[in-house]
Every structure is written in structure tokens, then in C-alpha cells.
């Protein structure tokens, strides 16, 4: 095959083997091949000096022509490829702005705590102050300074978380009721007292319907110069409308706590039934005379009310467990 059959057969091969070149790797082998270093062109070129003067300035020409039409056939083909290689590009790093987002998971107050916030707002509307203590709490304030005899049945370890801090001089344990705040609180501050306090409480109880190891109160204390029962039930009423509804009936019952004289407890109706709801009355003066308060100057109430049991009456859960129980949709449902 002579050069020019070989340079005929190129131009007509070429054009669809560029067309059919699909990315820009395979048209760049179609270049290699047809104008490349070891084309026929190239080596048409190489071969001129050996062709006879007559025929070689026309064989040059030849050769130019096939190289620019291939070369510029080749080029278009490229820019095409390009553009269609950027457009891809752009198509694949597209953000679809109108695609829903993905929302953070929102978190859920526990009802324990919402009903924890509630009653202290509650108080806190009617000028208390709030105030939280330790929940590893001594002996002492826990019992002693709330006129538990040292015989008292609470005091015993059934009842009684106890901690092992070895060999300290007094007995640490998991504080079974607010009230130790009582006596942390009036021993640091001159009446008059206003006080509530939240917290977590303890008690060697197994995990029923009714009862956890870990329950939450709120206790409130006040101490003013004339204070009397009628206050304690002026406020702890107004506390159970507030929190339960206008319709909410509340009623007294005689009781004892060592730390008040008298005592009562609170039961509200709810859902047509009588539930305790906290514990009251009027500060027995040995707490007063424990913590340095005049017993002679000062009157006080205080009461304890269990804050697990009020969220539990708000959203008519009727077993304690579910307060605690590990699987987020349980409390979810009470955004
Ligand atoms: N601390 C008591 C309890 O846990 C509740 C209580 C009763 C608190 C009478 C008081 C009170 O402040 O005055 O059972």
C-alpha cells in the first residue's frame, strides 16, 4: 500500500472512530493512532526525504491536509468531550436544596423533672427561695437535727442506704428525704426562711409498681414570726390548684414526722380517688433549738412532698416503673 492509499484510508477510517471515542482517554488513543508520533502521518513525514523531488512537494501537501483535517476533527471532538465530562461533574456534585434536612433528635425533659420545675415555679411565685443540698448526706442532718430519736426505725439499715467511707467519725448515707436541707438551710440563714428544695431521695426499697430506690421530693419550709397551720393549708391548697387544677380538693389527715408538731399529711382527689400527696406541719421547736433559731420568736411549717408521684397523677401513669424505664419512646410522649 502506497502512503497516499494508506493517508486515504485514514481520512475516511478516522472520522468515526473519533466520533465513537466515548471519554477523552479513548480519543486521546485515536490521536496517538492517526496523527500521533507513530502514525502514518508521522511516518509519512519521516519517509519524504527518500521520495523522489518531483512527487514529494505534493506528498507533503497531502500528508499537511490529512494532519489539519484530522487534527481539528479530533479537536472538536475533545472540547465536546470536555464540556460533557464538566457537565457530569456538575451533575454529580448538585445539591438538591429543596431535599427535607435531617433534623437533630430533640431531647424530652423528663416528667420527673417537669413536674420538679413546676412546683418550684409554683413557690417561687409566692417568693420563695430555692436551694439544693448534698445528696451523700451525715447522719446528722439527715436524722439527728430532725429530732429522730436514735432508736428510730428508719435510722436502721433495711430502710437506709448507708455508704462505707471506712473509719470517719460519722455515719454518711443517701439522703432518705429532703428535710436535712431544713436544718443545712436555718443554721446558715436568719429567719425569715422561705425556702424550697428539689432533689433526688433514697431509700433501701426494691423497684415496684409503688416504690424505687431513687425517688425525687420537694421540701418547703417556712419560718416568719406568726405563722400557723392556717398558712400551712393556705398555701399547700393554693400549691394543689395550682399544680393539679381550680377543681383539685385537698384534705388533711393527722399524722407524725418527728421534725413537726403537728403533723398531717396532704391527700388530693384526683381521678376520683383520695392519693397522699406530701407530709406537713408545723416545725417542731427541737428543730428550731437544733439549729439556733429562738423557738420563742419564730414559728414555722414545713412539708415534703414526692415529686415522682405528682408527675405520675399529671399524666395518669399508674406504675412507677415506666418513670424509669430506659426506652426513650416511653418518655417522648410527654413532650
Ligand atoms: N421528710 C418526710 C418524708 O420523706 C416528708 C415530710 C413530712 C417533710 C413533714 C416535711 C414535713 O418537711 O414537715 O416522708
Redo the contacts with the bound molecule.
Keep these: 500500500m502506497s502512503i497516499q492509499q494508506a493517508l486515504d484510508a485514514l481520512r475516511t477510517d478516522t472520522p468515526s472512530r473519533v466520533a465513537a471515542a466515548a471519554d477523552l482517554e479513548q480519543l486521546a488513543a485515536v490521536e496517538a493512532e492517526t496523527v500521533g508520533k507513530r502514525s502514518i502521518i508521522a511516518e509519512g513525514r519521516r519517509s519524504l526525504g527518500a521520495v523522489p523531488e518531483t512527487d514529494r512537494k505534493d506528498l507533503g501537501r497531502a500528508i499537511n491536509e490529512v494532519a489539519v483535517e484530522l487534527e481539528s476533527l479530533i479537536a472538536t471532538r475533545r472540547a465536546e468531550l470536555e464540556r460533557s465530562a464538566h457537565a457530569a461533574a456538575l451533575a454529580s456534585d448538585a445539591v438538591d436544596v429543596t431535599l427535607p434536612g435531617r433534623a437533630p433528635k430533640r431531647g424530652t425533659i423528663h416528667i420527673i423533672q417537669q413536674a420538679l420545675d413546676e412546683v418550684v415555679d409554683i413557690f417561687v411565685a409566692m417568693g420563695y427561695t430555692v436551694a439544693t443540698g448534698p445528696e451523700a448526706e451525715t447522719e446528722y442532718y439527715n436524722f439527728t437535727a430532725l429530732n429522730f430519736p436514735p432508736a428510730h426505725p428508719t435510722r436502721l439499715e433495711s430502710d437506709t442506704l448507708y455508704l462505707d467511707y471506712g473509719d470517719v467519725p460519722e455515719e454518711i448515707l443517701l439522703r432518705?428525704?429532703t428535710?436535712p436541707m431544713?436544718a443545712r438551710y436555718m443554721e446558715q440563714h436568719d429567719p425569715p426562711v422561705y425556702l424550697v428544695v428539689p432533689g433526688r431521695t433514697y431509700r433501701s426499697d426494691p423497684l415496684d409498681p409503688t416504690h424505687s430506690p431513687v425517688f425525687h421530693?420537694v421540701?418547703g419550709l417556712a419560718v416568719d414570726t406568726d405563722i400557723t397551720f392556717g398558712d400551712l393549708k393556705g398555701v399547700l391548697e393554693h400549691f394543689a390548684r395550682e399544680f393539679l387544677g381550680p377543681e383539685a380538693k385537698v384534705k388533711f389527715i393527722p399524722h407524725f414526722?418527728p421534725?413537726?408538731e403537728p403533723?398531717a399529711e396532704m391527700h388530693v382527689w384526683h381521678n376520683g380517688d383520695w392519693m397522699e400527696l406530701l407530709?406537713?406541719?408545723m416545725v417542731n421547736p427541737a428543730v428550731f433549738e437544733a439549729v439556733g433559731y429562738d423557738p420563742d420568736e419564730v414559728t414555722g411549717f414545713?412539708?415534703?412532698m414526692g415529686a415522682d408521684r405528682l408527675a405520675m397523677a399529671r399524666h395518669g401513669i399508674t406504675d412507677l416503673r415506666h418513670l424509669f424505664d430506659p426506652d426513650l419512646r416511653s418518655m417522648e410522649q410527654y413532650r
Aim: aromatic share 18%; glycine share 18%.
Design positions: 432518705t428525704h428535710s431544713q421530693q421540701e414526722f421534725f413537726t403533723s407530709g406537713c406541719g414545713a412539708f415534703g
